[in-house]
Structures are given as C-alpha cells and as structure tokens.
C-alpha cells in the first residue's frame, strides 16, 4: 500500500490555550503588550493565571491550528510537536488527532508541563498572549518524522520555534529532510520578536533556496526590512522569496508570487469575538487553495474565509465546515 | 471582624466539562442516551473521548454551576467538592476562585484524577453527559467547613453525590451542620436516576423536615412521584416540602411556595448552542432572587433569564454581566 501524500506537515509548539475575558485594565495593570505575544516563565505564568478569571481550555498553537483548519478544509496533514505526559498533553494529542491529523511524537516524560497560552480577549476581541513554552521548546531531532516530511507537498514551519536551541535544531534538519526529498517548505515568521532575534537567519534561508513561501503580517514584514513603510517592505521582501502572503488584520492580506500579486479585504463578520488564531486559518485557507490548483486571489480568499470563521468565537480552532464555507464562497 | 454571611454554601461534584459536537448519528453508534447523564468508568472514559472531536474544556459541576451564577449575580458563595492533584484540578480550583466563590478544600493526592464530564453537544443544542467521577465521588466529611456552612442562608446540595457513599455521608453531616445552625437547606434531585436510587431518602429528608427548598426538573419530579402524570406529581410533591422549583425545559419553569404558586416561560434565546447547565443556572437566578426578597414570579424570572444566558454559549458557566441582565429584564 502506498501511502498518499500529505498536504502539509508542520512543525510547531504544542500550547493548550487558557481563554478568559479581561478588561483593558486588567491588561495594564498586568502590564500586558496588548495584541501581542510574550514568553513567559513558570513563576510569571503562575501569578498570571491566579489574577485571570475563569478559563476556556482549547488546544491552540500556531501550526497546529492552521492544520486543523487544513483538517476542515479536507486536507491530509501530519503534526511535529513536543507534549508532556501529563493531562493537558492528553488534551492537546486528542484535539490534534480528533481534528483528523496525524500525531504520533511520544510525551516527554517528567518536568516542565505541556505548553499553555495565557489568553486575555478583550471586549473588542483582541488577544494578548502569554505563553509558557514548557515541554514544547524541547522538541527534539528524533522526533521528525522523515517518511511524512518526503511524502509532504510542503514542510510547514513556525517561526517561534527559532526561539529555542532544540526546537530551532529540529526545524534545520527538517528543512534538510524536505529539500533532499524535493518537497516546498514555508515559514511563518510568527511574531516581530522573533524576527528581531533571527532576522539574519531567516535571510539566509531565504538565500540559499530553502524557502518556498514566507507568512508574515505587516509587523513582521516591516521588523524582516527594517522598514517603517509597509508596502515598500513588502516590495522588497517579496523580491526575496518564490511567494510572500503577507496578512494586514481587518484591512485584509495580499501576496506575491513572482510577477503575480493579489490582494483580498477581509471577510465580514458578525461580531469578533476572539481574534486568536486569525492568522493561522488565514494560512489554512492558503495551503488549500495551493493545494487545490487555485488563483493566487482566490487563495487569499479562502484565507479570508477561514480567519473569519475563528474569529467569530471563543478559540484558535475551526468550529465550522470551512471546505463547506469555501464553497459558498468561492464555488 | 465579623465575616459576612454567604448567601449560598453549595456541596457538589467537582468536575471539567470537555465539550464537543457531535452529530445524532455519534450518539447513536455510541449507544448514549441522548440528553441524559450517564457514570461511566475510567476505561470507558478513555475509548469515548478517544471516538469523541476535539474538546472545550470548561469547568463545569451542578451546584459550582450554580454558585458561579450567583457570584455573576454579585452574591457571596463557597464552594465545598473534591478534586485530585493535578491539572484538571487546578483548572477547576482556578476557575471557581476566579469565578469569585471562596474554595479552600485541599486536592486529594493520587488516583483517582480529577472527575470530567465528557459532553456531547448535538446540532440542536441538546448536551449528552457522560461523567468519570474520578475524585469527586471522595469527598470526605473532613472537608465541610461548619465556619462556612453555619454562617450561609442556604446550604445547597447537589443530589448526584448520593450516589457515592463517600459524598452521601459528607451530605447528611452538612445537613445536621446547616440545622443545627438555623440555616435553610436546598437540593437539586440531578437527575432520575439518581431519584430512582435514593427516593425514600429524599422522602425522608422532607419529613423530618430537613429540606427547606427543593429544585427539580418534569423527569424528577415524575420519578420521585412515580405518576406519569406531571401536573398531579408536582402538586402531589409540593405538597410534602415549603418550597418546590420545577423546570420545564423549553416550557419555562414554576414553582410552589405554601399556597403560593407561580409559572413563567422561559425566556427568548436567539440560539440555543449548549443546553449544559441551563438548571444550574435556573438554580442561580431562584437562590438570588430569594435573597433579594422578590417575588416567587420574578424569582423564576430571574432563573430564566440566566438560564437563557448559558444555553446562548458552549459551557454551564456564565459569560455575561448576569445582574445586568436581569436589571435589564426586571429593573
């Protein structure tokens, strides 16, 4: 039996997310970066979740959440991931597999926990995210999977997982694996923080032909350019990669792909609830219409449709039919 | 410094719901009894959540339920249930003191783990319960704090824990407590299967005059009876305690206080998405309305209008400003 290609396989951070509603008080009396992302440690993550109110707990992490998407859009997709034993990695592994992808990296024994995500929506929907890496940052080598990443159309990889010496090991044998088996790699640059530690790093992959396609929001393409002007540093960093999809939150996103360009508004919704994960099911939505042979607008359209989707509720995981929402859309 | 009085000091299972959809077709391949709670063990917990999508993990439990809407509804509660060591315990101790409820019973080491509830939402909003009581059901007498139970208007208990012996024993200990006090003592009947297991106890938990304030819903009351008929149970069971709730579902609710005797709808809801908790709920709004001294009407009012507000939303624990809801609906 031969086994049928994946979509997409990624390597990202295994995170439980911890929702609560806050105030904008609460986020500055917790001296929060609003909208943003921080790593946090044990003791910070303790006192956080002791002043937060009730939670939701939803299984999250950036690559994860955009295979789920791909899952809801009919995609074969694998998951390259580091839980702890423990309940929450129980969670995370259930999510991810009840989601319809495939998971098999075993949990790490002992000490730190599963990664979680401090999650404070505010009432205009905006998330400010607080993740305590845990378990995740030690994603190791042996955990790659070469038989999915040859038999992936492309190699998925989050940014943030540069962050950490392990993981960021992880990440640079997989690129290898993938190129030797002449399968597409993506990146997203997942946060400006990350882009300020591994800017030179990101180029040179760029350089030397390890990147197919780059995700970035205008934060990031701007921190990549060192650029205080959005399009021309879009412009240039498009000028350094086969394909850029750069998202622009409400104003919608564009990409460039060679001489091609496209450039969608985002879709409507009812109300925001929880802007988490936004990003995520945008890239979701890209890899299927890749995968499905589509034009470039219609990609960023089925990007749209998707990150409409999750942020219509509570959580980073698709609730609806999106292959279904695609069709009502697009046809 | 004289502490103040709760208005509600509640006993019951501490449990995390994990929420999924599913469709009538799961339910039935499953074998689930639609709309029912059903004990299950921990091998069965591990192949239903193994078949099950991918969870919400929200806390959850009857009575926390129902404190949780009181303290949305600015009232002062405690809770008293038993949860494990670990991190689904956490979550809950979280949650509840998050929620504003007082919660100072220590985890209990080892196994069992904490209890869950795993929830099967269907399309038409309709929840399907099947609970691992794990370390709930151990709720020994050395946690009830006679501080807390001797200085709250009402004790309320949930009937589910009559099924363990454990919890039973902690129960009727609480109820001496709350007597011996002068304070009012209130159970939910939970569920028929719990009133076809303990019906002659509950009988004689009204005789001797132990219950003050009974909640039920048409099923339980119909149980506890045995007529088929609703309208003559609920008269027949009003008769034997000072004041009985009885929750009709989509067909509102009514209660019986002596010769008094008053009957709402329930309340316009723009979707149902999860029924879990709407009786918790109910529950909440009767127990604050009573300490507001309102009308035995705009008491069931006000257990409507929470109800309404949980059954809007995934999860049994409230998400809106609960008293401005009801300033809006009552003034």
Redesign the interface.
């Known amino acids: 039996m031969i086994a049928s290609p994946y979509a997409v396989v990624a390597i990202g951070n295994a995170i439980v997310d911890v929702i609560?509603?806050a105030d904008d008080a609460f986020i500055t009396e917790q001296a929060l970066t609003k909208g943003g992302m921080t790593l946090i440690d044990a003791e910070r993550a303790q006192s956080l979740?002791?002043a937060?109110?009730?939670?939701?707990?939803?299984?999250g992490g950036s690559a994860a959440n955009t295979l789920?998407g791909l899952a809801r859009l009919g995609k074969k997709t694998a998951f390259i991931g580091q839980v702890a034993d423990?309940?929450?990695g129980e969670?995370f592994a259930?999510?991810v597999r009840?989601?319809g992808i495939d998971f098999d990296v075993a949990p790490r024994p002992g000490q730190p926990?599963t990664a979680r995500c401090l999650i404070l929506v505010t009432p205009d929907g905006q998330r400010t995210m607080n993740t305590f890496l845990g378990a995740a940052q030690f994603l190791p080598e042996t955990a790659l999977d070469s038989d999915k990443i040859e038999n992936a159309e492309w190699l998925y990889l989050e940014g943030y997982l540069w962050n950490a010496p392990d993981s960021r090991a992880a990440m640079t044998t997989a690129i290898a694996m993938a190129k030797k088996a002449g399968r597409k790699v993506a990146l997203t640059l997942s946060d400006a923080f990350v882009v300020h530690g591994h800017r030179d790093e990101f180029f040179a992959l760029m350089d030397d032909g390890s990147l197919d396609l780059l995700f970035a929001n205008d934060t990031e393409v701007r921190a990549m350019m060192q650029d205080d002007d959005t399009a021309s540093a879009v412009a240039a960093l498009s000028a350094r990669v086969p394909m850029l999809v750069c998202t622009h939150g409400a104003e919608g996103a564009e990409a460039h792909r060679g001489s091609e360009h496209a450039r969608v508004p985002a879709e409507p919704v009812e109300r925001v609830v929880d802007t988490t994960g936004a990003g995520d099911l945008f890239a979701a939505g890209v890899f299927a219409g890749l995968a499905e042979g589509r034009s470039l607008a219609d990609c960023l359209t089925m990007g749209a449709v998707c990150a409409a989707e999750v942020i219509s509720h509570?959580?980073a995981?698709p609730?609806k039919d999106l292959a279904e929402l695609v069709r009502v859309r697009l046809g």
């Open positions: 609560a509603d979740y002791g937060m109110g009730p939670g939701r707990e939803i299984s789920a423990d309940q929450l969670v259930h999510d009840a989601g926990p509570y959580g995981r609730e």
